[in-house]
Structure formats: structure tokens, C-alpha cells
């Protein structure tokens, strides 16, 4: 298994527990909050799950699948974190659509944000190694 297939094969396992956040007792509020910060609805869960599934059969298919599902992935992850940073809402959930721009503190944005930023970022990062691909 390539770094690429090994890397994608993770970013299965982050999005799958990312999905599974409001299943399981005790990480949600009495609001359905996580961890105080985020509010998952079943969209949210559904774009994590096929986000995970994705990633894993690009790790079984090949090396170039997975490189091709961190460089995409990443791209729309960390592109949806930088919006939701500069506006309050993203796209991969259509809240900049159905919640508009967002008068937010910072801080609370840099929280809400963050997941989708380090998981873009790092795909990106990792897939930028073209000879670990091969």
C-alpha cells in the first residue's frame, strides 16, 4: 500500500468517526451541539459518510485514485473552512445558501472552521509528494 493509499485509508477513519459524532451518547448537548461548537444534522452526517466512503475505495482501487481524492477532497474542504472563516457559513452544507453571511465572533469561526481546514490542508500537503503516488 502506497503513502497516498495509507493517507486516504485514514482520512476514511477521521470521516467515518466526523459522521458518527451524533451517535454516540454523551458528545452531543441537550441542543445536539458537539462539543459545545458544532451542530451536525443529518446533511452534515451524510456529507461525511460519503466523503469517508469515498476515501476508502479510493485507497482499495490504487494509488492514483487516492492521490486524485486527496488532491480534490482537499481542495473542497479547505476551500468550505476559508469561507466559513471569512463569512460564517460554507458550501459543503449549503449554509452560505441558506444561512447567508454570518455576524460570528472570530473565535467561534476559527473553532466551527478548523476540522474542515486541517483536513483540507493535510490532504493537500500530503498529496503534493507526486513520487509517492507511483
Avoid at 46 to 51: I, K, M, P, R, V
Avoid at 57 to 66: C, D, E, F, H, K
Avoid at 76 to 97: E, H, K, N, P, R
Avoid at 101 to 126: D, Q, R, S, W, Y
Amino acid at each position: 500500500m502506497t503513502f497516498h493509499q495509507k493517507v486516504a485509508l485514514f482520512y476514511f477513519f477521521v470521516l467515518l468517526g466526523a459522521a458518527a459524532l451524533n451517535y454516540i451518547p454523551g458528545v452531543t448537548d441537550e441542543n445536539g451541539v458537539a462539543f459545545g461548537v458544532f451542530e451536525l444534522d443529518l446533511f452534515d452526517d451524510a456529507l461525511h459518510l460519503f466523503s469517508a466512503i469515498w476515501a476508502l475505495v479510493a485507497a482499495i482501487l490504487s494509488a492514483r485514485a487516492a492521490w486524485f481524492f486527496l488532491v480534490i477532497f482537499g481542495a473542497l474542504y479547505l476551500a468550505d473552512g476559508v469561507m466559513g472563516l471569512a463569512f460564517g457559513s460554507g458550501y459543503l452544507d449549503f449554509g452560505i445558501f441558506t444561512n447567508g453571511v454570518l455576524n460570528l465572533p472570530f473565535t467561534f469561526k476559527i473553532m466551527a472552521n478548523l476540522p474542515h481546514i486541517a483536513l483540507g490542508a493535510g490532504a493537500l500537503i500530503a498529496s503534493l509528494n507526486w513520487e509517492q503516488h507511483e
